[in-house]
């Protein structure tokens, strides 16, 4: 059963880089017939996507947000990661990281979470 | 960028009542929506796509429906496990936006 978990530090210091990676296990990455996302929710509101990958390489980016994400696959760890810069305490979330299924288009596998705080 | 507009921000119902949940699009965006559920400290749920597909696994209680840039999620039945949080995302185009959320509590 494929199954996708977040990892990266816990807190990460105002002005510096936020680093997370899912990795996906129970299955490849290198499918045709997926995107994987990532998506977060700062503490006690709503969820806000951020990017899109797929295997190939192609990315989709949330505007408000793109001059600071990247996010980048690595189909022989079967892991795909996110990186945003220059982050405040508003950055402070749960990031989940998704598969998406293509046509139909939905996220319809998620891990479990991890929370980011951006903090001194 | 695409708006949904999601309403009610809450509602409280009771076991057994039948309750609607609605997003409006803020252009056409065909049937390309789903809904999600989340409940506290778990990751959000597939329960509908593309406006009215049931997603495998997902009691038949859950129903979507589409009508013009209205989308209704509709929980025929109340069940102790249904009090949560709901999200309607567009999958339309990008950027992917989600809905603001309601959540459904216990009367």
């Known amino acids: 059963q494929l199954q996708l978990q977040e990892s990266g530090p816990g807190l990460v210091k105002p002005s510096e880089t936020l680093s997370l990676t899912c990795t996906v296990s129970?299955?490849?990455?290198?499918?045709?017939?997926?995107?994987w996302g990532w998506i977060r929710q700062p503490p006690g509101k709503g969820l806000e996507w951020i990017a899109n990958?797929?295997?190939?390489?192609?990315?989709y980016y949330n505007p408000s947000l793109k001059s600071r994400v990247t996010i980048s696959v690595d189909t022989s760890k079967n892991q795909f990661s996110l990186k945003l810069s220059s982050v405040t305490a508003t950055d402070t979330a749960v990031y989940y990281c998704?598969?998406?299924?293509?046509?139909?288009?939905?996220?319809?596998?998620w891990g479990r979470g991890t929370l980011v705080t951006v903090s001194s | 960028a695409i708006q949904m507009t999601q309403s009610p921000s809450s509602l409280s119902a009771s076991v057994g009542d039948r309750v609607t949940i609605t997003c409006r699009a803020s252009?056409?965006?065909?049937?390309?929506l789903g809904w999600y559920q989340q409940k506290p400290g778990k990751a959000p749920k597939l329960l509908i796509y593309?406006?009215?597909s049931l997603q495998s696994g997902v009691p038949s209680r859950f129903s979507g429906r589409r009508s013009g840039t209205d989308f209704t999620l509709t929980i025929s039945s109340l069940q102790p496990e249904d009090f949560a949080t709901y999200y309607c995302?567009?999958?339309?185009?990008?950027?992917?936006?989600f809905g603001g959320g309601t959540k459904v509590e216990i009367k």
């Open positions: 593309v406006a009215s």
């Open positions: 252009q056409d965006i065909r049937n390309d």
């Open positions: 129970g299955g490849s990455i290198s499918s045709s017939s997926y995107h």
């Open positions: 998704a598969r998406r299924g293509l046509r139909p288009e939905r996220f319809d596998l």
């Open positions: 995302l567009q999958d339309y185009d990008y950027p992917l936006t």
């Open positions: 990958i797929y295997y190939s390489g192609s990315t």
